[in-house]
C-alpha cells in the first residue's frame, strides 16, 4: 500500500504557508530618485496579495522587492509585506531567496516592539519555508522558537504552530513526537472552546496512515471532513480537496475499496470543477486500482501523471510516481524496466530525506533486485534499510507512541463517562423536581389516603430510575471493556497488536523470556503477483501456524506489516532453536491455497533471551534490535530459516553499539543461522 503519497497530503499541507526574504539588493538605499519614491508610494501590500493571488510570481518579486526597499520603512509593514511575500514563495516553489531572508526574518523576530502574533506569523512562513527545501530540522527549531515566544496559555497561533510542527515530525518517521504535537494542538483547540479543526484532524489521520492505524485514520479523516463541511465561510477550495484526497486515502489504506474509490472520485471531480490540479488525487486513484488487481489501468494513469509533473515540483512527490510506476511494473512481469524507475525513486527520496518513504520503498526495490539476480546490489540496499530503520524505529519510540495512544483513549474514555454521569445528573435532577411537584400538588388537592398513594408511585418511579441508572453504568463498563479488548487485538490476524506488547514492555511482564522476532518472506511478491486479499490470507495463516505451536502462556503479537513476535515466557536461549524450528515445520506442511495450487509461505527468524546477558538489568530496546539483526542475518543466509543470539559476559559491551559491533566484539555469540 502506498503510504507515501498520503504522508505528504497529510504532513506536507499541514504547513500552513512560506514567505521569502528580500534580495541582495533590498538594502535601502541613500536616497531614491522622486519617481521611484513615488512608485513605492502607490504600491502596496494589497496589489502584492493580488499579483500572488494570480501567480504573476515574477511580478510579485519585483513589487516586493521595491516596497521592502522603501526608505524608513516602518517594521509593522516590513513585517507585513514578508509574510505575504513567502506565502506567495512557498506557492511558486522559489526557495533561492531563503538565505538573504532569515536575517531580516529573525531581526524582526528579536524586534519587541512588533506584537508577539504578529512575530509568530512572521516565524511560521519561515518554518514552512524550511519544510519545502527540505531544512526540518530548522523548521523545528523555528516552531520552538513560536512556543518560546508564545508560552503556554492556549492560543490560536500556536496551535497552528503545533500542528506543523508535528507534521514535520512526520514527514520524518518521529512518529512519537508527531502524535505529541498534533495531541496538545487538539487539546489546546478544545481549550480554547474552538469547533473541531479540519487541519489538525486532517493531519492526525495522515500521520495514524502512516503509522497503519487506518480505523483511527478514518476516524479523524471522517471527523475532519464533516468539520469542514461545517465551516462558514466555506474552506479555500484547494484545502477542500486536500481534505478529500486524504479520506479517500484512509479508506484506500484500510482496504475499503469501495469507499477509497467513491471518495477518490469525489476529489478528482471537486478539483476539476474547481480548476485546480489533481495530480494526487488520480496518483490515489490509481494506486487504487493497482491495489485491486488493475494493474495495466493503473499504469496508464501513473504514465499520464509523468507529463503533469515538473522537474520544480518537491522531489518527494516525484519520488512517490517513480516508485508507483515501477512498483506496478514489477506486477506486470516487468521487471528490468521497473528497477530504473525504483532506482530514480530511491535518488529521489534520498534528496527529500523523507524517512517513511524511503522506508516504504527498500523492501521493494531489494525484492526486485534479487529477483533480477543482482544480489551485491540487493544486499547492498538491505544494509542500508537496515541502517535507516534502526535509526528511525527503535523500542524507545514506539513505547512513547504507544503510550500517547493509550493517554488519547484514555482521555476520550474518561469524557465519555464524563458526559453520560452529567446525563444521569441532568435525569437525576428532573426526578426530584418532578417528586417535589407531585409533593406540592397531592398536599393542596387530594388527602392523605391520596398522598400515600402518591408516594407508592414516586418510589416506584425513583426505584426504576436507580435501575436504570444501574443498567447505564453497566452497559457503559461493558463497552469499555469491548473497547480495551480490541484495542489491544489486531484486526485482521486476531493476535495481540503493538499496543499489547507495549503494555507488557512497560510492566516488565516477559522478563526471563525468549524473544522471537519473525518476518514474512517475499510477502511483497505475494501482494503484488497474487493481490492484497491473498497477501491477508497469507498472514492470517502464519497466525495459525504460531498459535498452533506456541505454548500456554506465551505472547503472539502482530508487530506491524508482515512482522511479527512471539514472547516464549520462561523459555531460554537452549529452547530457541525448537521452538524456531517447530513454527517453520508448521508453515512449510501448511502451503497457502491460491486457485487450488499451493503457495509456500516461510518466514525468517531471530530470537534472543530476555534478558540478553547474565546477571543485567532486561532491556527491550536491546532485545529487540538482536532480535531483528537475526531475522537480518536469517534473510541474508537465504530466508525460511533461524538465528539465535545470546549474551556473553554479564555486561552488554559499549553503550549504543549495534548487534553487528557487539557480536564482532565477541559480546553476543550467535547461535544457528
Known amino acids: 500500500m502506498n503510504l507515501s503519497t498520503r504522508l505528504r497530503a497529510a504532513a506536507c499541507r499541514a504547513l500552513l504557508g512560506a514567505l521569502l526574504l528580500p534580495l541582495a539588493a533590498a538594502a535601502t538605499p541613500a536616497a531614491a530618485p522622486a519617481a521611484e519614491r513615488a512608485a513605492v508610494a502607490e504600491a502596496s501590500p494589497e496589489q502584492l496579495r493580488t499579483l500572488l493571488a494570480e501567480r ?9 522587492d521595491t516596497l521592502l526597499a522603501a526608505p524608513g520603512l516602518p517594521p509593522a509593514r516590513e513585517a507585513e509585506i514578508l509574510t505575504i511575500w513567502m506565502k506567495g514563495l512557498f506557492l511558486a516553489g522559489d526557495l533561492a531567496k531563503i538565505p538573504q531572508l532569515e536575517p531580516r526574518v529573525q531581526a524582526l523576530a528579536a524586534d519587541s516592539g512588533l506584537p508577539a502574533a504578529d512575530r509568530a506569523h512572521l516565524l511560521h512562513q519561515l518554518a514552512s519555508l524550511y519544510s519545502r527545501v527540505p531544512r526540518f530540522a530548522d523548521a523545528l527549531a523555528v516552531f520552538s522558537q513560536i512556543e518560546t515566544l508564545l508560552g503556554d496559555a492556549p492560543d490560536r497561533q500556536l496551535l497552528d504552530a503545533l500542528s506543523a510542527k508535528g507534521a514535520v515530525h512526520a514527514m520524518q518517521g518521529q512518529n512519537a513526537e508527531a502524535i505529541e504535537a498534533l495531541h496538545r494542538a487538539e487539546k489546546m483547540g478544545q481549550a480554547l472552546g474552538l469547533p473541531e479543526n479540519p487541519n489538525l484532524l ?4 495522515g500521520l495514524f496512515i502512516g503509522l497503519g492505524e487506518f480505523d483511527r485514520a478514518i ?3 471522517r471527523r475532519g471532513e464533516e468539520a469542514q463541511r461545517k465551516q462558514d465561510p466555506p474552506p479555500a477550495p484547494n484545502v477542500r480537496k486536500g481534505m478529500l484526497s486524504v479520506l479517500a486515502t484512509a479508506y484506500i489504506s484500510a482496504k475499503d475499496f469501495e469507499q477509497g474509490q467513491r471518495w477518490s472520485e469525489t476529489a478528482i471531480a471537486f478539483g476539476r470543477e474547481h480548476g485546480l490540479p489533481v495530480t494526487a488525487e488520480l496518483n490515489n486513484y490509481a494506486t487504487l486500482l493497482r491495489d485491486t488487481g488493475r494493474h495495466a489501468e493503473a499504469l496508464a494513469i501513473y504514465q499520464e501523471l509523468t507529463s503533469q509533473v515538473a522537474p520544480t515540483d518537491a522531489p518527494e512527490i516525484r519520488g512517490v510516481l517513480q516508485k508507483n510506476i515501477g512498483e506496478t511494473l514489477v506486477a506486470l512481469g516487468r521487471r528490468a524496466e521497473a528497477a530504473g524507475h525504483l532506482q530514480s525513486a530511491r535518488e529521489l527520496y534520498e534528496t527529500a530525506d523523507v524517512r517513511p518513504k524511503r522506508l516504504e520503498l527498500y ?6 533486485l534479487e529477483a533480477l539476480g543482482r544480489h551485491a546490489e540487493a544486499l547492498a540496499a538491505m544494509r542500508e534499510f537496515k541502517a535507516l530503520s534502526d535509526e528511525t524505529i527503535n523500542a524507545e519510540s514506539q513505547t512513547r507512541i504507544g503510550q500517547l495512544e493509550n493517554a488519547i483513549d484514555l482521555e476520550r474514555k474518561e469524557k465519555a463517562l464524563a458526559e453520560a454521569e452529567a446525563a444521569n445528573e441532568l435525569q437525576r435532577a428532573a426526578n426530584e423536581a418532578l417528586q417535589a411537584g407531585q409533593e406540592r400538588a397531592r398536599a393542596i388537592n387530594i388527602a392523605l389516603a391520596a398522598s400515600l398513594v402518591a408516594l407508592a408511585a414516586l418510589l416506584a418511579l425513583l426505584w426504576r430510575t436507580v435501575r436504570i441508572r444501574a443498567r447505564t ?10 473497547i480495551e479488548q480490541l484495542s489491544r487485538e489486531d484486526a485482521l490476524t486476531g493476535l495481540g497488536n503493538r499496543r499489547r506488547l507495549l503494555e507488557v514492555m512497560a510492566e516488565a511482564q516477559a522478563t526471563g523470556s525468549l524473544v522471537v522476532m519473525a518476518d514474512l518472506d517475499h510477502f511483497k511478491a505475494i501482494n503484488d503477483q497474487h493481490g492484497h486479499e491473498t497477501g491477508d490470507r497469507a498472514l492470517r495463516l502464519f497466525a495459525d501456524a504460531l498459535r498452533a505451536v506456541a505454548r500456554g502462556g506465551d505472547l503472539m503479537v502482530r508487530w506491524g506489516g508482515e512482522e511479527f513476535i512471539w514472547i516464549c515466557r520462561g523459555a531460554d536461549a537452549s529452547r530457541g532453536p525448537a521452538l524456531c524450528d517447530r513454527l517453520l515445520r508448521q508453515l512449510r506442511e501448511n502451503p497457502l491455497d491460491v486457485g487450488g495450487q499451493p503457495l509456500p509461505v516461510t518466514a525468517s527468524l531471530g530470537f534472543v533471551p530476555l534478558p540478553t546477558w547474565p546477571g543485567a538489568a532486561p532491556d527491550w530496546d536491546a532485545a529487540l534490535r538482536i532480535a531483528d ?5 536469517s534473510k541474508n543466509a537465504g530466508r525460511d530459516r533461524w538465528t539465535g543470539f545470546t549474551g556473553v559476559d554479564a555486561a ?9 559491533e557487539l557480536e564482532q566484539q565477541g559480546k553476543l555469540k550467535r547461535i544457528g543461522g
Do not use: K, Q
Open 219 to 221: 476516524d479523524y479523516a
Open 629 to 633: 539483526y537475526g531475522v537480518y542475518c
Open 652 to 660: 552488554p559491551g559499549e553503550a549504543g553499539a549495534s548487534p553487528a
Open 202 to 205: 486532517r493531519n492526525l489521520a
Open 56 to 64: 504573476r510570481f515574477d511580478e510579485a518579486n519585483a513589487l516586493a
Open 363 to 368: 523492501p521493494v526495490l531489494i525484492d526486485n
Open 473 to 482: 453504568t453497566r452497559e457503559l463498563s461493558a463497552r469499555n471493556e469491548v
